[in-house]
């Protein structure tokens, strides 16, 4: 007789994948309210001591959570992917971003700096050999005339706006840069000891800043020291390990993709926080960046396969002929 498969439950699988977009839903949240941070300290902090602070609160926090789980060391198989996501994306992207969110609004930087997952699809194409799809190059193109037409929108007030959208562009590659090298340490690592080691190791990246953070701390507002504070509790300890949990559960162009939310987050964020509203050329440049984005991530439909030509079977020996579309009895 012919036996009918069971079904397999998916309820674990479904678990996971439902605790996945939790964790990447958490982490566009607090991500978003980010720019919004960095925009309110970056009012008495200059960007490598707004960095070092950040990672420094960061640190602190995960050391304990570290503590609290009895987290070890992570496997040697883990550290090249932990130091060049420490140094890229927990270094030079903090100090590109906050630079930049000191020359443009909050708004502006999260449209340019989510170019990212696109960079993400790139970078994936050439070094990882998954090749460049059409809607890859496409998106590429459009994006980058998003990029050209924020650039121009700010331009008009002068060298330093126009700086500002290029170090968002820097952030945005070293941001995907520290997300290819983040995804292969958590093969080896859990996302706690991942996050935790590059924070570290960011934080060391950015002490050349320690006198400068010294002195300004003297004289910030309270203000400002809560907001540095809160990047790194949040933003940072939280928003970075469940980036690291979700991102261990599915491919880095999809986790890229999570982040398309987050630039309207941020808009809506610094209009009631800071009523900062972007200027309606930097939007339409802003959309048309995340436009390319989406056209990156699309796929083409797939072809329905035709139907195959019903075969009879071959009779063996003193076997009647199988006539096609009709199973043997039993």
């Known amino acids: 007789m012919i036996q009918q498969e069971e079904a397999?439950?998916?309820?674990?699988?479904?678990?996971?994948?439902?605790?996945?977009?939790?964790?990447?839903?958490?982490t566009v949240v607090l991500w978003a309210s980010a720019f919004v941070a960095i925009r309110s300290a970056g009012?008495?902090?200059?960007p490598g001591a707004l960095a070092l602070g950040r990672l420094l609160a960061g640190t602190v926090t995960l050391a304990a959570f570290?503590?609290?789980?009895?987290?070890?060391?992570?496997?040697?198989?883990?550290?090249?992917?932990?130091?060049?996501?420490?140094?890229?994306?927990?270094?030079?992207?903090?100090?590109?971003?906050?630079?930049?969110?000191?020359?443009?609004?909050?708004?502006?930087?999260?449209?340019?700096?989510?170019?990212?997952?696109?960079?993400?699809?790139?970078?994936?194409?050439?070094?990882l050999k998954e090749g460049f799809p059409p809607a890859l190059l496409a998106g590429m193109a459009?994006?980058?005339?998003?990029?050209?037409?924020?650039?121009?929108?700010?331009?008009?007030?002068?060298?330093?706006?126009?700086l500002g959208v290029l170090l968002c562009l820097v952030a945005a590659v070293t941001y995907a840069a520290g997300v290819l090298s983040q995804k292969p340490a958590l093969r080896h690592g859990s996302a706690l000891q991942v996050t935790t080691w590059g924070c570290a190791i960011g934080a060391l990246t950015c002490l050349p800043f320690a006198g400068q953070l010294v002195s300004q701390a003297a004289d910030a507002s309270f203000g400002s020291t809560l907001n540095m504070i809160y990047l790194g509790v949040f933003p940072t300890s939280i928003a970075f390990t469940t980036w690291a949990y979700a991102l261990a559960r599915?491919?880095?162009?999809?986790?890229?993709?999570?982040?398309?939310?987050?630039p309207a987050l941020v808009v809506g964020m610094s209009w009631v926080l800071l009523d900062e509203v972007p200027g309606t050329l930097t939007l339409a440049g802003g959309l048309l960046c995340l436009a390319g984005v989406a056209v990156s991530r699309r796929r083409g439909r797939a072809p329905v396969p035709a139907a195959p030509a019903p075969v009879a079977a071959v009779p063996t020996s003193g076997a009647e002929p199988v006539q096609a579309g009709k199973e043997p009895v039993p």
């Open 142 to 162: 459009v994006s980058f005339a998003g990029a050209v037409v924020v650039g121009l929108s700010m331009s008009g007030e002068g060298r330093s706006p126009l």
């Open 43 to 46: 009012e008495d902090y200059g």
């Open 66 to 127: 570290c503590l609290i789980r009895r987290e070890g060391l992570p496997p040697r198989g883990a550290w090249p992917g932990i130091a060049a996501s420490g140094v890229l994306w927990f270094g030079a992207y903090m100090v590109a971003l906050n630079w930049g969110e000191q020359l443009v609004d909050a708004g502006t930087a999260a449209m340019v700096v989510n170019i990212g997952p696109l960079l993400i699809a790139l970078f994936g194409g050439w070094l």
């Open 250 to 262: 599915t491919s880095a162009g999809k986790m890229g993709a999570t982040t398309y939310a987050a």
């Open 8 to 26: 397999v439950p998916a309820g674990p699988g479904r678990r996971a994948q439902r605790l996945a977009v939790a964790a990447a839903t958490v």
